[in-house]
């Protein structure tokens, strides 16, 4: 599994971005695609996943309420709309995928496939 990710850049404090993650290759019917991210100095977190019906999503609290992700099975993309942006949500952020458990199990278990990140930046 290939995985490409899209729509990272600068923008200020309360904005909003949309990040795109498209799949290809050897995907099936019964994944689960997240993001996560990694800020300068500190360890990767897990931000959200989402099942490949597009059901049970599932967020880290400190991104609750204020992102949401997507799953598109006809474009085989998961997005991530973040909304009310802040600093600390600066970080490269990474599209994850993975044939195995469900999207809370994507929190604490390492995903089989990862894209490259892409940098997103909130200026305050």
């Known amino acids: 599994v290939q995985l490409q990710a899209f729509g990272g850049g600068l923008v200020q404090a309360g904005g909003s971005l949309r990040l795109s993650c498209a799949a290809s290759?050897?995907?099936?019917?019964?994944?689960?695609m997240g993001w996560f991210r990694q800020a300068l100095g500190k360890e990767r977190e897990f931000v959200a996943a989402?099942?490949?019906?597009?059901?049970?999503?599932y967020y880290a609290d400190s991104v609750k309420g204020r992102f949401t992700i997507y799953r598109d099975n006809a474009r085989n993309t998961a997005d991530l709309q973040m909304t009310s942006l802040k600093s600390e949500d600066t970080a490269v952020y990474f599209c994850?995928?993975?044939?195995?458990?469900?999207?809370?199990?994507?929190?604490?278990?390492?995903?089989?496939?990862w894209g490259r990140g892409t940098q997103v930046t909130v200026s305050s």
């Open positions: 989402i099942r490949s019906s597009g059901n049970s999503p």
């Open positions: 994850a995928y993975s044939d195995f458990g469900s999207p809370r199990t994507m929190e604490s278990i390492i995903p089989e496939h």
């Open positions: 290759g050897r995907t099936t019917g019964s994944s689960n």
